[in-house]
């Protein structure tokens, strides 16, 4: 007997299309519909048909950067990882999806696009969401190194030099704060922007401007404002810090200098009042020049973004203003005091931590524009309490769209490699991925402007449920119910659910095991379900504390070992699903279907797998 269970789980099967499509229909159908373009109208994001927009989904790399490395090192297929990953994304209700764009993978040093395997990747990424109907946030410079530097210097060390990677894009040349307001770079991202987008996918041919999924652009990830510190004379023999190394430096440096010399000329006055009307003329003519690119690429409407740094300042919301800017960008991202670099954060009170964002966003932040979270995270923890408090605040906050950081790609998430002190993935981390599910759901019907519960113990509200213990999300409507551990019957909606996504037992379902499962009624009286394997870590999956501010980033997954392990032992279920009579249970495998014998008390012993289950009187 061969199962079909790994080629499933992990590559997905050619001769299981018409199983999978029935859990992506299903999925599809759970989730609002939305159709693009997408405008700000009186201070809503809305489609074209004027619906409220309200999308929540993932950060996904795996064209670039740490995620395209591993995969590469396990020797797996992008595509096929790609393709499983979505069809996960599907069963969780993604339907949208953040990417910054590692420039430095596919550009020259004057911002020419240089065509390798990173876009054929990505290419294929794009064809994929978008006929899995996800919407696709662009953010076309990250300006970040990339391991792929590092490792073309470790293989080829004293024989390293700029051209055995194909690419070594423009911001290798310049500082992060030069992104705003060197020419030479300004026209390379210009340039870059308009490659970009122009490019025509190698699968349909479409440029990607023409993708109807992309929604929103925003031209940089994070960018570094000027300040006057920068413009001080350098201390002779002072090394950078980490931080400060990415500013820029030498002639660079005194260039800068230079400009704001001749601004403050030209504009006499208080010099902390006049420096920020020259750095809000530097940030409004960089936006000027970015969206100018992008919108002569692009010919067609797309919501421009951009981050909230510094919005409170007058001359910097003036600059936005002029710019023309929809929507702004913020991030969420709880931690204890030593930030990213804790090693273990779940000693941590989330709901008084997400109550302490909320109130510095309503503090610092305007309210004239909608808000997308381009990253949000627990950083260091395994808990997915903190999804569902998140999703509460992001909803006070005017949030229509929010994007977590990052999912780890199933390919390698056993190893949770790349930005390690995120780990999210439906197979490895069963429960904190329903939590970010149901996360979702809490966070689409929830009405923007709505306040956070006063309870500092749990919050809960019609329909859902989030409790820091048993570290629970739950939500019930519209026939779906969703739950990372336990529930009871006080949970359950009015009527009984069409589908279920879960870990733990429910009154509708016995289940053993730590692993998630899926139920989709496909008629009366039958339905679908995928059983998920069984997980243990068997390492730390964030490696430890790092001592070096941001160490922990990629790794070399063929030098550490995994931290997290499937296990294809088979777990009980008992089910009490709606209907009278018995159930049977048949398990598809390549070889057609096999009967699963039930116990004497109904329950069955079930592998990871998918399977049909039939109520017969």
């Given at each position: 007997?061969r ?9 997905g099967?050619?001769g ?6 029935a ?11 939305f ?5 700000v109208?009186?201070g809503v994001?809305?489609d074209?048909?004027?619906r ?8 996904y790399?795996v ?11 396990v ?8 393709d499983?990953d979505?069809r ?7 339907d949208f999806?953040r ?7 596919i550009s ?5 696009l240089?065509?390798n395997h ?10 994929k969401l978008?006929?899995?109907g ?14 792929e530097?590092q ?16 690419s070594?894009?423009?911001?290798n040349?310049?500082?992060?704060d ?5 020419e ?5 991202q ?7 987008l122009?490019r ?18 925003e ?8 300040s006057?510190k ?9 090394a ?6 990415s ?7 005194d ?5 704001w ?12 009042a006049?420096?920020?009307q020259?750095r ?27 981050i ?28 204890s ?7 273990w ?29 381009y990253e949000?995270?627990?950083?260091s ?5 903190p999804?569902?408090a998140?999703?509460l ?6 949030v229509q769209?929010?994007a ?7 390919a ?7 930005w ?8 490895h981390t069963s429960a904190?991925a329903?939590?970010?599910?149901a996360a ?5 019907r929830?009405?923007?402007?709505t ?5 500092p113990k ?15 999300v ?7 119910l ?5 529930i ?13 996504l ?23 009286g039958?339905w ?22 941001m160490?922990?980033r990629y ?6 070992p ?5 296990q ?6 008992l ?21 699963v ?13 998918r399977y049909?289950l039939?109520q017969?009187?």
């Open positions: 007997m199962h079909a269970t790994r080629c499933c789980l992990i590559l099967a050619a299981l299309i018409s199983w999978q499509a859990f992506c229909a299903a999925a599809e159908r759970a989730r609002p519909k159709t693009a373009p997408f405008a109208r009186d994001v809305r074209a048909e004027g409220e927009v309200r999308l929540w989904g993932v950060n790399y064209p670039f950067c740490h995620n395209y490395l591993n995969i590469a090192e020797g797996a297929d992008h595509r096929a990882a790609i499983e979505l996960q994304f599907q069963i969780m209700g993604v999806v990417i910054h764009i590692y420039d430095r993978e020259d040093a004057q911002g020419h240089t065509p990173h876009l054929e990747v990505f290419d294929y990424l794009l064809e978008d006929k899995a996800i919407f696709l946030m662009l953010t076309p410079v990250v300006w970040w190194n990339t391991p530097n490792a073309l210097m470790d293989r080829y060390y004293a024989y390293w030099h700029v051209g055995v990677g194909g070594f894009g423009f911001s040349f310049y500082g992060k030069e992104m705003l307001w060197n030479d770079a300004l026209r390379c210009q340039r870059y922007m308009g490659e970009l122009s025509q996918s190698a699968i349909s041919g479409r440029r990607y401007a023409e993708f109807p999924n992309l929604v929103a652009i031209p940089i990830n994070e960018p570094q404002y000027i006057l920068m413009l001080e004379k350098p201390v002779a023999g002072q950078p810090s980490q931080w400060t190394g500013y820029s430096h030498g002639p660079a440096r260039r800068l200098r230079q400009l010399s001749e601004y403050q000329a030209a504009h006499p006055g208080d010099e902390a006049v420096f920020a020259f809000a003329r530097i940030l409004r003519q960089y936006l000027q020049r970015m969206y100018a690119a992008i919108d002569a690429a692009m010919g067609r409407p797309y919501l421009k973004a951009h909230d740094y510094a919005i409170a300042e007058a001359p910097i919301h003036a600059a936005v203003e002029a710019a023309k800017v929809d929507v702004y960008t913020t991030g969420c991202y709880p931690k005091a030593r930030g990213f670099d804790s090693s954060n779940d000693h941590l009170d989330f709901l008084e931590l997400i109550r302490d964002w909320d109130r510095k966003v309503a503090d610092q932040r305007r309210t004239d524009r909608p808000r997308i979270i949000h995270d627990a950083p923890t395994l808990q997915g309490y999804f569902g998140m999703a605040a992001f909803a006070a906050r005017h769209m929010a977590m950081f990052t999912y780890t790609p199933t390698v998430a056993a190893y949770n490699p790349g390690r002190v995120h780990y999210l993935n439906l197979l904190r329903v939590a970010f599910a979702g759901d809490i966070f689409r929830t009405p923007l402007g306040a956070l519960p006063d309870d749990r919050w809960q509200g019609e329909g859902w449920l989030v409790d820091p213990k048993p570290d629970l739950a939500a019930a409507s519209d026939g779906r969703l739950h990372s551990a336990k009871t019957a006080k949970l359950l909606p009015a009527g009984a659910p069409n589908e279920i879960a870990c733990g037992s429910s009154p509708w379902v016995t289940a053993a095991g730590n692993g998630a499962y899926h139920l989709l009624r496909a008629s009366e039958q679908d379900l995928e059983v998920f394997p069984n997980q243990v870590m068997v390492n730390d999956p964030f490696r430890g504390r790092a001592f070096r501010s160490a922990n790794i070399n997954v063929n030098e550490w995994v931290v997290s392990r499937l294809e032992e088979s777990r009980r279920f089910f009490q699903l709606p209907g009278q009579g018995r159930w049977t249970c048949t398990q598809r495998t390549i070889d057609g279907p096999e009967q014998p039930a116990a004497s008390d109904g329950s069955f012993s079930l592998k990871p797998g049909t039939t017969t009187p």
